[in-house]
Nanobody, 111 residues
Framework: QVQLVESGGGLVQAGGSLRLSCAAS????????MAWYRQAPGKQRELVAT???????IYAGSVKGRFTISRDIAKNMMYLEMNSLKPEDTAVYYC?????WGRGTQVTVSS
């Protein structure tokens, strides 16, 4: 049974930082592309950052230079380091790997 469990969300002031974590079971991050998505109220879910096969990283333009995606293969964990947060980063953030989704973690950035 595949499970992806996000953690690390919360309320932070604009300019602050948060680190999201995604713990995987039943699937290995070594051989699968993985990604962080987010969905703000009233908006479609959008790709935030992804690690593609071969280890390359792709970021949405709105977060490039502020967010960093990483993984710890030994621990089967994925992370999203978010710096210089803005109110428009407020959303539920989801972990995604091999067609599986986590339940999400809420990030709220106050102005």
């Amino acid at each position: 049974q595949v499970q992806l469990v996000e953690s690390g969300g919360g309320l932070v002031q604009a300019g602050g930082s948060l680190r999201l974590s995604c713990a995987a079971s039943g699937i290995t991050f070594r051989t699968n592309a993985m990604a962080w998505y987010r969905q703000a109220p009233g908006k479609q879910r959008e790709l935030v950052a992804t690690i593609i096969s071969g280890g390359g990283e792709i970021y949405a333009g709105s977060v490039k230079g502020r967010f960093t995606i990483s993984r710890d293969i030994a621990k089967n964990m994925m992370y999203l380091e978010m710096n210089s947060l803005k109110p428009e980063d407020t959303a539920v953030y989801y972990c995604h790997a091999s067609n599986y989704w986590g339940r999400g973690t809420q990030v709220t950035v106050s102005s």
